[in-house]
């Protein structure tokens, strides 16, 4: 199912889903499992470039759907698992950096989406004020001012006048009713959050399960910064939702197992 020219959905009449949810959860349990069981082999970076084509190339088929946002998740999300690895560190970043000196202007040019959404974020920071949704976003966060219009008073919500205001853009809707005050107080919940996933994680002594929570804890956190970002003009246009808040069941859905799995393994320490 197509939805503002991406498809990301799958619709099955009764419900509709999004896959990318369910894969991101799933290749972040196989890659920590990869680079567990295979510490020794990892060592030898012949072997790491012999089976790059096999664990990377799922990731490509988010350039087809038109998911940037997943696939900036992902891609952070396999350089945290592979710090863990033994592999040769200096061999493995030059490999990334030269992968991205040819990879993000490959994308530019040949995707067009791609290259609106980051023409868009130029023409912000030349201040060439082209971007509607981002003016919006400014007005609906500005008009909320220190207090805010109060719960449920957001009047670029109500007047439709913001694109996507109960997914991409509800951070804004959220500055405008709670104002300032609220906005910095729901930041700093996020922090904490980020804190306390991260300590957690940090105390495991299995390396197998600290690699699995450092990655899920990224997948949780990244989206909440890059989503509050955007809306201030800090970050290009993504369709990243906001974690725990954004409209989405199967996003929702897959934050709470993630939570629950991390509070559970963890418990134990």
Partial sequence: MEVNGAKRWVNLGFISFQPSEIFKFAYILFLSTFVYNFSRELKKFSFFLKVSPLIFSPLL???????????????????????????NKKM????????????????????PYAQERIDSYKNLILYDKKSYHIQRNFISIGSGEIIGRGFGSSMQKYSKLLPEADTDSIFPIYAEEQGFLGSVFFVLLFFAFTFLLFR??????????????S???????????FNIGVSVGLMPFSGMPLTF?????????????????ILKISKKY
Wanted: proline fraction near 2%; avoid cysteine; charged fraction near 10%.
């Fill in 92 to 111: 493995f970043w030059s490999l990334v950096i030269s992968g991205l000196l040819v990879f993000i202007p490959l994308i530019y040019f040949t995707v």
């Fill in 61 to 87: 088929v988010f350039i087809i759907i038109k998911d940037l946002g997943t696939l900036i998740s992902l891609a952070l999300s396999v350089l945290i698992i592979f710090s863990f690895s033994k592999i």
């Fill in 215 to 225: 990655s899920w804890s990224f997948l949780l956190v990244f989206p909440v910064f």
């Fill in 245 to 261: 808040v954004s409209r989405g069941g199967t996003a929702l859905f897959i934050s709470i197992i993630i939570t629950f799995l």
């Fill in 200 to 213: 957690r994680a940090g105390k495991l002594r299995n390396i197998f399960e600290k690699i699995l929570i």
